[in-house]
């Protein structure tokens, strides 16, 4: 007997080794063919969803945006591009990407597009002059004769960069200060800004920085240099809009999160608590108090610890019956077996938002049910009357003319 499992698990094995080897060949297979073919594209504002459906048709393979490259892109998937792209598919990709701070990964079979790293120095979605100031400070490099003074550094700092400050404000003298420990009697090797920054955030326990302004015209940027705890928080306080449509809370909660880039911990004591489908429409609100205010409306508690890097997610809070759906004849369309939604107005004057919930059938309570059925029949015992009386004045109409 014990034979007999051994030779079974030998072939299961051998099985999952195969179809391992399979899954590498074809993405192996892929990865060469990117490298191999030349093709030659002509984009005029389009959007870089139409790019990569054509580069992708070419390929003969989808290519697909993730949710975190959505949300670093200027306008996600409308983010508009012109470009002329020459030589192999995978240098036009590369090349095309490299615009947005974004890369692709090659799967078993389809081409997945995600953010470079270079994207968490700025905080949220980006604009354009966001992403052309940070590739002018990952292009840029120093290097400057001996005898160099700290103000002819500086100086030169804000001209390339276009008039930015820095806070906290003696950050500019910490970047003297490693500016001159970098100096030899020759001078200075040429080194890139992000070096400097990061020789600053390492000697000042400021590891982390973001680039923020530029938000309008004239704005100048700015730098901020902070440790890992104010970074969360920072990406926390950002004001954000969002809008889901029939995504379970679940998943919502866990797309914010990764737009904060905390991990999410759920305590469920229901297991299907989340799994609900729900609407949210927040505009012009911190990514925070967008995490409490779902939450919240869901009858759950939230926990933030930016300094363990954790959300903790707790509930249902109180205990609710669990009601199995009615199977409903419905051959689909707009309404999915909908007979309602719930408004919830969150936030006061102009912070004034709403959270929607649709409602199915089995969601109402026995009042509401009721409630909805006198309803409908008020409407039906209307629109007899209307067609009673229609039918009424018709058969008058005739009469006349027959006696006429």
Do not use: C
């Amino acid at each position: 007997m014990k034979a007999i499992s051994l030779r079974k698990m030998i072939v299961v094995i051998v099985i999952i080794g195969i179809g391992a080897g399979f899954v590498q060949a074809d993405r192996q297979e892929l990865l060469n063919r990117l490298i191999r073919e030349q093709t030659k594209f002509e984009f005029k504002d389009v959007t870089i969803a139409e790019a990569l459906d054509d580069i992708g048709s070419e390929l003969g393979v989808e290519i697909v945006l993730s949710d975190e490259a959505e949300w670093k892109l200027p306008n996600g998937r409308a983010t508009r591009l012109s470009a002329s792209l020459n030589g192999s598919l995978a240098d036009s990709l590369i090349e095309m990407l490299n615009a947005f701070f974004m890369r692709y990964v090659v799967g078993d079979n389809e081409i997945t597009i995600y953010p470079r790293q270079e994207l968490e120095h700025i905080l949220g979605r980006p604009n354009a002059e966001q992403l052309k100031m940070l590739k002018n400070i990952y292009a840029v490099k120093f290097s400057f004769g001996p005898g160099f003074s700290a103000e002819n550094i500086l100086d030169m700092i804000r001209n390339m960069f276009e008039g930015i400050s820095f806070l906290p404000y003696d950050t500019p003298k910490r970047i003297s200060e490693i500016f001159k420990s970098m100096s030899t009697d020759k001078g200075m090797v040429p080194v890139s800004f992000t070096v400097i920054l990061e020789q600053v955030g390492d000697k000042y326990r400021t590891p982390r920085w973001y680039l923020s302004g530029m938000d309008f015209p004239g704005q100048a940027p700015v730098i901020t240099m902070v440790n890992e705890e104010d970074f969360r928080k920072a990406k926390l306080d950002q004001v954000v809009d969002i809008s889901f449509k029939d995504e379970t809370a679940a998943v919502i909660l866990q797309r914010l999160s990764g737009w904060v880039g905390m991990d999410l911990l759920v305590n469920k004591s229901n297991p299907m608590w989340l799994e609900e489908e729900i609407v949210v429409n927040m505009q012009n609100i911190k990514l925070r108090q967008a995490l409490r205010n779902i939450v919240n409306s869901v009858d759950g508690e939230i926990n933030i610890y930016a300094d363990q890097n954790q959300i903790n997610v707790h509930g249902p809070k109180h205990r609710r019956k669990v009601v199995v759906p009615a199977k409903t004849k419905s051959s689909g369309g707009a309404s999915e077996g909908y007979v309602g939604k719930i408004s919830i107005p969150m936030g006061e004057g102009e912070d004034k938002y709403y959270i929607e919930f649709m409602l199915r059938e089995s969601d109402l309570t026995e009042g509401l049910k009721k409630l909805r059925e006198d309803k409908i029949k008020e409407i039906i015992r209307k629109f007899s009357k209307a067609s009673d009386k229609a039918t009424e004045i018709a058969a008058r109409t005739q009469s006349y003319s027959i006696l006429n």
